[in-house]
């Protein structure tokens, strides 16, 4: 694939591209520097195998830089990554994603997005689309699926003792100390807690109850947020239709306080009921009591997790991250987020 | 009689941690002039609730104060760093009080060992090698006292803070139970230690507002030190109907190089093992101290990013479970020492029934 195409890049310039064919581009790119890359990627990086050279660009240069030293990486242009770069990470703001991966998607280019994927289902189905029409992958790194308290839940609901699914409980609430590089958590529509905390919450939620590859309608009942999005609390009544009937939920999300930050997955003769922080086990109950339930995995820090994901992702085999998955998810977010009547200022 | 100051300006550093937001809030319904510092990326949990909020970057727009309050600790960029971010910090509230302004710093029974296994002294601590959280804390303790020799500097040691959404220890010591972690070890009924975030607020508020002046004081505050873990860990368990989860032995708390040496000699890999020692008592001390004057090319060499990662961590073995049990298991009771004028506003009950009514809030119960 060669060819001229126009990139338009987060501050609105455009780049003008010309693309070389795919077998020549064997760089890993990265594009976005910011808390995520510099907490995560320069630790668990170095440490998967990557054959090719490393390139990573960012509009704040001495996030770039850092992250260049850490990765052992070569700051580059948009343009490079473009040309260069056989697979990219995408990890910058949420508002930029969609734009981001549809231009590697057109050009044949590997994505794998950090979460969350895009803002609306529409946009997640056209881009599964041109991946699929660009021979190219597409993945979306949910760190979280790879705790084994959410897999030993989805282990559990799969076996089917506990029998069908009929209620979510989410809830997630700490006081913020992401380390930001923009502000885009208080300006960006997808910057608010939802597509944020939510994003991770709900998706531990849908992954476990395995309502993440079945077809899906989202509806919303109630929401009350304490301002209009990018809203920092929100509460929701949701609920997820399914042929098998329809699934009520309930969400909670904080900014400013802890909360339970728990998951609780309802089925006909009992529950798991799971953290939304990195644990080892859950618990499981049913009419007559509940007890802890150990995963054989132990990990003592979400850094492992994220090791695992990556390896998984460079070896083919992370089919859990497969952007397929992501299009329920997708379509909650943007239900809840787009449901302004419980608007409140409390 | 007691004498309030009224109206003080008043500089709060780290006014988005826990304690800091809930000060910043009293302190400015008492209608004092508040300037809260936090980073930028936090600012935005302080809007709408009448306080001047700054990054630290612009401190200098702070102008004259009355007094400083130092909540803030070096939590980001790497461990070695540490001691640096310390000293910018102490450096920032030097010259915040260089006029004259009296300095509560506030800082944790920690410098005493997680055991308490130090000499509980009301003076200040000499500078030892220990685990990253104990050195910092000790470190700045260090910094202000020599910074600020003629000044008005209160440090205030607290006990370990408890309360609603306390997300160190009540919220912790919550997951701990519902999930089946170890929260202690049969047999041993160890002191909590504990403040609660009402009244640790109060007793600041109360040196924000006193009229005394003195040179550097120290106080230590935990009014339930005399109550065991067991007390609160019971009533959690009881409402979220588990049981509790206690080990048979307390987990080998390392208490010098050896032990480090010991349980690094554990691991298999060099990996692990260089992780293991970096995460040890006086090991990981040294290691800090030799990346903190190390030039930036030999730390890129000798980087050790996934040392944790393949480490096995049998239940009580991982460092950070160790110090926990540790603190959960302590014989060792963390003695009061107050300003004598201090009156506390929530007693045990009050402060169990505020958490209580948390955990109802708070989603724990759906």
Redesign the interface.
């Known amino acids: 694939m060669r060819g001229v195409f126009a990139v338009k890049l987060g501050d609105d310039r455009l780049a003008v591209v010309n693309a070389g064919p795919r077998q020549e581009r064997r760089a890993l790119g990265i594009i976005g520097c910011g808390a995520v890359v510099q907490t995560y990627y ?3 990086l ?2 998967v195998a990557f054959p090719g050279e490393r390139l990573v660009f960012d509009t704040n240069e001495s996030a770039a830089r850092r992250a260049a ?1 850490a990765l ?1 990486a070569s700051i580059a242009s948009m343009d490079q990554i473009l040309t260069r770069c056989g697979t990219v990470i995408i990890a910058t703001p949420p508002s930029t994603h969609y734009q981001l991966i549809k231009t590697c998607l057109e050009l044949g280019i590997n994505v794998v997005s950090e979460k969350p994927f895009v803002g609306k289902r529409v946009q997640a189905c056209e881009l599964l689309e041109l991946a699929v029409t660009r021979e190219a992958t597409l993945h979306i790194a949910h760190l979280r699926r790879y705790y084994p ?1 959410v897999q030993l839940a989805r282990s559990i609901i799969m076996s089917e003792v506990l029998g069908r699914v009929v209620r979510l ?1 989410v ?1 997630e ?8 590089q923009t ?1 885009y ?2 300006s960006d529509s997808m910057g608010g807690v939802v597509f944020d905390t939510g994003s991770h919450a709900l998706d531990m939620a849908l992954y476990a109850a395995r309502l993440d590859d079945v077809e899906c309608f989202m509806n919303v009942r109630r929401v009350v947020r304490d301002r209009p999005e990018p809203s ?1 609390t929100i509460d929701a009544e949701f609920s997820v239709s399914t042929t098998g009937g329809e699934i009520p939920g ?1 969400l ?1 999300l904080s ?8 998951i ?1 997955i309802y089925a006909e003769s009992g529950y798991v ?3 939304t ?1 990195l ?1 080892n ?3 499981l109950g049913g009419p007559s ?2 007890s ?1 339930v ?1 995963a054989l995995q ?1 990990y ?2 979400p ?2 997790c994220f ?1 695992i994901q990556y390896r998984d992702l460079f070896l083919g085999r992370a089919y859990a991250l497969e952007g397929r998955h992501f299009v329920n998810l997708t379509a909650l977010l943007e239900t809840i987020a787009g449901y302004v009547d419980g608007t409140s200022n409390g | 009689m007691l004498m309030v100051r009224q109206m003080a300006r008043v500089a709060v550093l780290g006014a ?3 304690v800091g ?1 809930q000060l910043v809030q009293a302190l400015a319904q008492r209608q004092h002039d508040i300037t809260a510092l936090c ?4 600012s ?2 302080l809007d709408g609730k009448g306080i001047r909020v700054l990054a630290t970057n612009d401190a200098y727009r702070v102008g004259d104060v009355d007094v400083v309050v130092n909540l803030a600790y070096p ?2 960029g790497p461990s070695y760093s540490r001691k640096t971010q310390n000293r910018d910090i102490a450096r920032l509230v030097a010259a915040l009080a260089s006029r004259g302004a009296r300095v509560v710093h506030v800082s944790s029974l920690a410098v005493f060992g997680y055991d308490l296994e130090f000499p509980i002294t009301l003076g200040p601590i000499r500078i030892r090698r220990d685990y990253e959280y104990i050195e910092s804390k000790i470190h700045m303790e260090y910094l202000l006292e020599r910074m600020l020799p003629s000044t008005d500097l209160r440090i205030v040691r607290l006990g370990n803070v408890w309360g609603p ?3 160190a220890w ?2 912790k010591m919550i ?1 701990r139970v ?4 170890p929260i202690g070890v049969q047999g041993i009924d160890g002191f909590s230690n504990v403040t609660d975030i009402a009244n640790a607020v109060s007793y600041l508020t109360l040196m924000v507002e006193s009229t005394q002046r003195s040179g550097t004081s120290f106080h230590h505050l935990a009014e339930f030190s005399a109550i065991p873990w067991r007390f609160w860990l019971e009533r959690i368990a009881a409402v979220l ?2 049981g509790l ?1 206690e080990l048979k032995e307390r987990p080998a708390y390392g208490t010098g190089m050896t032990d480090d040496f010991r349980w690094a000699r554990a691991t298999l890999s060099p990996r692990p093992l260089l992780g293991q020692l970096w995460r040890g008592r006086v090991t990981g001390s040294w290691l800090r101290s030799v990346a903190a004057v190390s030039p ?1 090319w030999a730390l ?1 060499r000798i ?1 050790i ?2 040392s ?2 393949a ?1 096995e ?3 009580g073995r ?1 460092t ?2 160790v110090n926990l049990l540790t603190i959960l298991t302590t014989k060792r009771q963390f003695p009061n020492r107050l300003d004598p004028t201090w009156e506390q506003p929530v007693n045990l009950e009050e402060s169990w029934s505020a958490v209580n009514q948390w ?1 109802n809030e ?3 119960f ?1």
């Open positions: 320069t630790k668990v170095p440490l030293y052992k308290s409980a809830v609430g700490n006081r913020f100390s992401w380390q930001v502000a958590v208080t920092h309930r909670r900014r400013f306080a802890s909360l339970a930050n728990r609780r009921e799971f953290s922080d644990r086990s859950l618990r009591g509940s802890v150990y132990r003592t820090d850094m492992q090791l | 988005t941690g826990f937001m980073r930028a990326s936090g935005f949990l939590s980001g959404a306390s997300p009540t919220a997951d519902r999930f089946g972690d109907g588990t989860f930036r890129r980087q990013p996934g944790k990662l480490l961590v049998p239940i991982d950070t479970d955990m708070a989603g724990y759906d």
